[in-house]
């Protein structure tokens, strides 16, 4: 998108078009877009643009719009100003990215990162990360009890320094 901010003028390029799924005989308008803008982020999206138009900040901001056929898709918008003589904002240079995949993937992450969190934390066994050089990096509730340790005691020793000597040099070769 390109924006003139002396004249007013403003114009999509065919893929922005593509991207919102807007008819592309329908003019531009700033109006326009913030319609698209799901209603939760259409306030912070227009601060954004607010700062850049009136500012000349840079815009790198992510919000979520909802085309036509009802899906709702993540953008990630990426804008710059350039200035006229006498350090007024003159243009508005900017690129709108469909980031809804990095998004999903992004919370599933999350997502599987608590399940595992919860699973660590909750399982009914010790469960430890250990370093190469046997510190305990995490340890879950159980493991503590189990060995009879305080986590912070745990998590300041090796497991070679609970290990029986007995069992030492086949848990190092593990």
Do not use: M
């Amino acid at each position: 998108y390109r924006l003139d901010l002396a004249e007013g003028e403003l114009s999509w390029s065919d893929s922005t078009y593509a991207l919102y799924a807007l008819d592309p005989g329908e003019p531009p308008s700033v109006e326009r877009w913030l319609e698209t803008i799901v209603p939760d982020d259409r306030e912070a999206a227009r601060a954004v643009a607010l700062a850049a138009i009136e500012r000349g900040e840079p815009i790198h901001h992510e919000f979520r719009i909802l085309r036509p056929d009802g899906s709702i898709r993540w953008i990630a918008d990426r804008g710059r100003v350039t200035l006229d003589g006498s350090g007024r904002p003159q243009r508005l240079f900017g690129l709108n990215i469909d980031v809804t995949e990095l998004k999903l993937a992004h919370q599933e992450l999350a997502d599987r990162k608590d399940q595992l969190r919860f699973t660590f934390e909750n399982a009914a066994v010790g469960i430890a990360h250990v370093a190469p050089d046997g510190t305990f990096q995490r340890v879950n509730r159980f493991l503590c009890e189990f060995l009879g340790y305080p986590e912070e005691e745990l998590l300041r020793a090796r497991f070679q320094d609970i290990t029986h000597p007995d069992d030492l040099n086949a848990d190092i070769a593990l």
